[in-house]
């Protein structure tokens, strides 16, 4: 059973090596698995930083809520290139964007990649309190056939300010094809122009099409044991 936590904040762009570089030295010399962390991946899309967080219990029940020992070093570490996103930001913890949203269609917890699965995140503004909404949207698509077509096995929903988050796991080839392929048909149709009362691109003047969208992994690291 695996649950996740996604962190977001700003970063300067073209800092994805550094930033990768110090949490890379951190994962090999110390033990995140001790704190419950089993696996993380970072992605960026333009000044946005995407943490993706991966343990093996609810951090709400285990009490364990930090992703690396060395949480205070890695913070100065990279205070140069990353920044609270929140306007009200105080403490780490309004880094953390809010679930709103999940699909798991086995009726277990979020698929591992390690298994096989590909994770995708995509990006896009919110409508200040369209949450619900949205939600009930993917609620009424996912019921469908649409995820089986996508190749889509998993899918979370998460926000913090204006900033949407659409995490889903898939076994298929990558979004952009699966979209690719799907763009014509009636249930994404809909889908899409439901959700564009609500959501809108992150910046619209480098969005060309929905793969411009989706979030670049920059570093990734697993637990071993």
């Not at 909404?133 to 609620?139: D, E, G, I």
């Amino acid at each position: 059973m695996t649950y996740r936590n996604v962190i977001v904040c700003r970063m300067v762009p073209g800092s994805e090596s550094i930033v990768g570089d110090v949490f890379g030295h951190y994962d090999r010399t110390t033990r995140p698995q001790d704190l419950g962390v089993i696996g993380r991946t970072l992605l960026s899309l333009n000044d946005l930083y995407i943490h993706v967080i991966e343990r093996n219990a609810d951090p709400a029940v285990s009490g364990q809520t930090r992703g690396l020992p060395a949480f205070q070093q890695i913070a100065e570490a990279i205070a140069p290139y990353v920044t609270p996103y929140p306007r009200d930001w105080r403490n780490p913890s309004d880094s953390v964007a809010r679930e709103f949203y999940r699909w798991e269609p086995d009726g277990g917890a979020a698929a591992d990649p390690q298994d096989g699965e590909n994770l995708t995140v995509v990006v896009s503004r919110i409508k200040p309190g369209a949450e619900p909404t949205v939600a009930q949207v993917f609620a009424e698509s996912d019921a469908g056939p649409l995820p089986a077509r996508m190749g889509v096995t998993g899918r979370w929903l998460y926000s913090i300010d204006d900033v949407y988050l659409h995490l889903f796991t898939s076994r298929e080839a990558p979004v952009d094809e699966a979209m690719r392929q799907s763009h014509g048909e009636p249930p994404f149709a809909k889908l899409i122009d439901e959700l564009s009362a609500y959501l809108t691109p992150y910046d619209p003047q480098t969005w060309r099409g929905h793969k411009d969208a989706v979030a670049t992994p920059f570093y990734r690291w697993r637990a071993e044991d």
